[in-house]
C-alpha cells in the first residue's frame, strides 16, 4: 500500500505560490518575447554548432576554444557565403523570366483554359496591378526613394533588424565559449532536492533532440535539394526557391505541403504563357513531391534518423498546434520531440506506477 498525502493548509498555500510563480514568468517571458527572440535564436544556434565547434577543436588540436569557435563561424560563414554566390545568380534569372512570363501574358491577353470566367478577370487584374510590377521589378527600390517618410521608416527598421542579427552573432560566441559551464549552471539553479530528475529530464530532451532535430536538418537539406533538381526539372518558374522553401519547411511535419498552393499558382502562370498546359504541369510536380517524398520517408528517414517517432498523425497535428501557440515557430519545429518525451515520461510515471501499485495491492 502507498501512503497518501494529506492537502495541508501549508501545502496547499505552496501549490498556489508555485502556479503563481509560473503563472508571472508566462506573463513575462509573452511580456519580454521581442527582447528574448534573439537570445532563444542564439540558444538554439549554438546549440547546433556545438558539436562542430568540439570537432574542430579535437582535430586542429587547439589549445583555446574560442579559436574552435571563430574557425567553426568562418566555416558556416563560408558554407552560405559559398550557397549565395552559386545560387543566387539562378534565383535572380528565375525572377526575371517569372516577370517576363507576367508581362508577355498581360500584353497578348491570352485566355486561361479551364478557368471560370470570374477567376480569369480576377488573375487579370492581378496580374496587371502595380504591385505585382513593382514586386517583380527593380522599381520597388525607386518607390521607396521617392517616399521620404517610407524611407526613414524603412531605413529605421533595417537598423533595428540589424542590431538584432548582431546581438544575436554576440549572444553566439558567449554562449558558445562557455556552453559546458551554462549547462552545469543551469542545473545548479534547480534546488537539490529536485536536481537528480531535473538532470535527467535535461538530459533525455537532450538526447531526444539530438536524435530528432540534427537528424531532421540533414534531411531538410536533402529534401531542398532534391525539390530544386525536380521543379527545375519540371520547369516551372522560381524553381530553386520553391525547392528551398519546401526543405525549410520540412523541418515542421506535413508542413512542406502547404507549398502546393505557390506551386499551383507558378503552373497556372506558366500555362498562361500559352507555351505549356496548367494540368500536365502540377501533374509532373505533384510527382515530384511524391517520389521526394518517398525517398525522405523511406530511405533518408531511417538511414540518418533511425526508427520514427510512431506518433499518430492527429496526434502530431495536436502537438503542433499546441507547441506553435505556446512557442511560436520554434515550438512547431521541437514539438514532435517534446511531444515523444512527455508521451514516454506519463507511460513511465504514470500509467506503469499505477499498474504496479494495483499489482501490489492484490493479495
Not at 14 to 32: G, M, P
Not at 168 to 192: A, K
Not at 231 to 253: D, E, H
Request: aromatic letters at 10%.
Amino acid at each position: 500500500m502507498t501512503a497518501t498525502k494529506t492537502y495541508t493548509f501549508d501545502r496547499v498555500v505552496r501549490i498556489i505560490a508555485v502556479l503563481a510563480i509560473v503563472a508571472v514568468a508566462v506573463w513575462l517571458i509573452n511580456t519580454l518575447k521581442n527582447v528574448l527572440l534573439p537570445f532563444c535564436l542564439a540558444c538554439l544556434i549554438s546549440y547546433m554548432l556545438e558539436p562542430i565547434v568540439e570537432f574542430n577543436k579535437r582535430l586542429l588540436h587547439l589549445p583555446w576554444r574560442i579559436a574552435a569557435i571563430f574557425i567553426t563561424l568562418l566555416e558556416v560563414t563560408l558554407i552560405i557565403a559559398l550557397t549565395i554566390y552559386f545560387c543566387l545568380p539562378s534565383v535572380i534569372d528565375e525572377v526575371h523570366q517569372m516577370e517576363a512570363l507576367i508581362t508577355r501574358y498581360t500584353a497578348a491577353n491570352h485566355p486561361a483554359l479551364h478557368l471560370p470566367a470570374k477567376i480569369q478577370e480576377y488573375f487579370n487584374s492581378l496580374l496587371k496591378s502595380e504591385n505585382m510590377q513593382v514586386l517583380l521589378s527593380g522599381t520597388h527600390m525607386e518607390a521607396i526613394i521617392s517616399q521620404g517618410s517610407s524611407l526613414v521608416a524603412t531605413l529605421i527598421d533595417l537598423f533595428m533588424r540589424t542590431l538584432d542579427w548582431l546581438l544575436t552573432f554576440i549572444y553566439v560566441i558567449f554562449i558558445l565559449l562557455d556552453y559546458q559551464n551554462l549547462m552545469r549552471g543551469f542545473s545548479m539553479l534547480v534546488p537539490p532536492k529536485l536536481r537528480p530528475i531535473t538532470t535527467r529530464v535535461c538530459t533525455d530532451i537532450k538526447n531526444s533532440m539530438n536524435r530528432y532535430f540534427r537528424s531532421q536538418a540533414v534531411i531538410a537539406l536533402c529534401a531542398a535539394v532534391f525539390y530544386s533538381i525536380g521543379f527545375s526539372i519540371v520547369g516551372i518558374p522560381m524553381a530553386i526557391i520553391m525547392g528551398v522553401t519546401v526543405g525549410i519547411l520540412y523541418m515542421i511535419p506535413y508542413f512542406q505541403y502547404v507549398t502546393l498552393i505557390p506551386v499551383a499558382l507558378l503552373c497556372l502562370i506558366n500555362a498562361m504563357g500559352g507555351e505549356v498546359s496548367f494540368w500536365p504541369e502540377f501533374g509532373k510536380c505533384l510527382l515530384v513531391y511524391a517520389c521526394s517524398q518517398c525517398i525522405c520517408d523511406y530511405v533518408l528517414t531511417p538511414k540518418i534518423m533511425g526508427k520514427a517517432m510512431g506518433l499518430n498523425p492527429a496526434i502530431i497535428l495536436l502537438s503542433l498546434s499546441i507547441w506553435g501557440t505556446l512557442l511560436g515557430l520554434i515550438g512547431m519545429i521541437i514539438a514532435l520531440p517534446l511531444t515523444t518525451l512527455l508521451l514516454a515520461y506519463y507511460q513511465e510515471f504514470i500509467i506503469d506506477r499505477n499498474n504496479e501499485s494495483g499489482s501490489a495491492s492484490e493479495p
